[in-house]
């Protein structure tokens, strides 16, 4: 069952998306779920390439430009992203800051500043004992980080940006 925790990221979420252990966690995927036009949730996947935590309050993403999680991240500025791995299950409920912004290096790519607004993490409960996550949602094969579009997808979340 799932309990809010905060406002803000915890420390060990704030660790989890911080990119200081990228390469560990390439390959694990976590849905990101924005709302469509229709009120319905519509989900993506992205991966620890595509996020950065730069505070307990805020975070970047890059995604596809044209795709439908950006125009429904536009038009209602929400998302919930889900962290489901075999030591954590946590929803981040996000709100959008900014973006999209342009990335440079690549035009099909658009990055969006969001802020953190809730955070809730999933414990079995008494009922269900000691069931777990033995294992997140992964991928292959793994990106490769010299690749340009991995280059341009973390220069765009290297450090936080909006419009002032």
């Known amino acids: 069952m799932s309990a809010v925790v905060g406002t803000s990221l915890t420390p060990a979420l704030r ?20 709302v ?5 949730p519509h989900p993506m996947l992205i991966s620890y390439l595509e996020i950065r935590a730069y505070d307990a309050g805020s975070v970047g993403v890059v995604i596809q ?9 536009e038009a209602r500025r929400a998302a919930t992203l889900v962290v489901m791995d075999r030591d954590v299950v946590a929803y ?9 912004l342009p990335v440079r290096e690549d035009e ?3 990055y969006f500043m969001l802020g953190v607004e809730e955070v809730r993490e999933d ?24 690749s340009a579009w991995a280059r341009a997808t973390l220069s765009a979340v290297a ?4 419009r002032a």
């Not at 981040?92 to 999209?100: A, I, M, S």
């Open 15 to 34: 660790e989890r998306l911080s990119q200081r252990d990228l390469a560990a966690r390439l390959g694990a995927a976590m849905p990101l779920v924005t």
């Open 36 to 40: 469509d036009a229709a009120g319905r």
């Open 65 to 73: 430009a044209m795709s439908g999680s950006a125009r429904n991240l």
């Open 92 to 100: 981040v409920k996000l709100r959008l800051v900014d973006g999209p």
């Open 108 to 110: 099909r790519l658009a």
């Open 123 to 146: 414990h079995a409960t008494e009922e269900e004992g000691n069931a777990r996550i033995v294992a997140g949602p992964r991928f292959e094969p793994l990106p490769d980080l010299s």
């Open 159 to 162: 450090s936080p940006r909006a």
